[in-house]
Nanobody, 118 residues
Framework: VQLVESGGGGLVQAGGSLRLSCAASGRTFTFSSYAVDWFRQAPGKEREFVARVTGTGGSTSYADSVKGRFTISRDNAKATSYLQMNSLKPEDTAVYYC?????????WGQGTQVTVSS
């Protein structure tokens, strides 16, 4: 399984918005059958859960810190998950990763940097 995040980089002002993408591929991997998680890791801090979407997209969950501001979604036809981030705060600054659990292993993307200025 290969996961590639995009949409980060650059600088966004507090209160702004950004949409991250996570494109998945894999010869035997059926994207629609697996949940996608988004995590983030700020400098000097542990990686933390941000959001999850189930395989069908019918159920989502969020960390309390982003609830009401971030929206996770997916397009199974494109094998891509999205993280729409609104009302961004400086404390949202981190490297954002997507992840899937497949056949007992957790696969991670390379991460994309999100920097929010105050």
């Amino acid at each position: 399984v290969q996961l590639v995040e995009s949409g980060g980089g650059g600088l966004v002002q507090a209160g702004g918005s950004l949409r991250l993408s996570c494109a998945a591929s894999g010869r035997t991997f059926t994207f629609s059958s697996y949940a996608v998680d988004w995590f983030r890791q700020a400098p000097g801090k542990e990686r933390e859960f941000v959001a999850r979407v189930t395989g069908t997209g019918g159920s989502t969950s969020y960390a309390d810190s982003v609830k009401g501001r971030f929206t996770i979604s997916r397009d199974n036809a494109k094998a891509t998950s999205y993280l729409q981030m609104n009302s961004l705060k400086p404390e949202d600054t981190a490297v954002y990763y997507c992840a899937v659990q497949y056949r007992g292993n957790t696969y991670w993307g390379q991460g994309t940097q999100v920097t929010v200025s105050s």
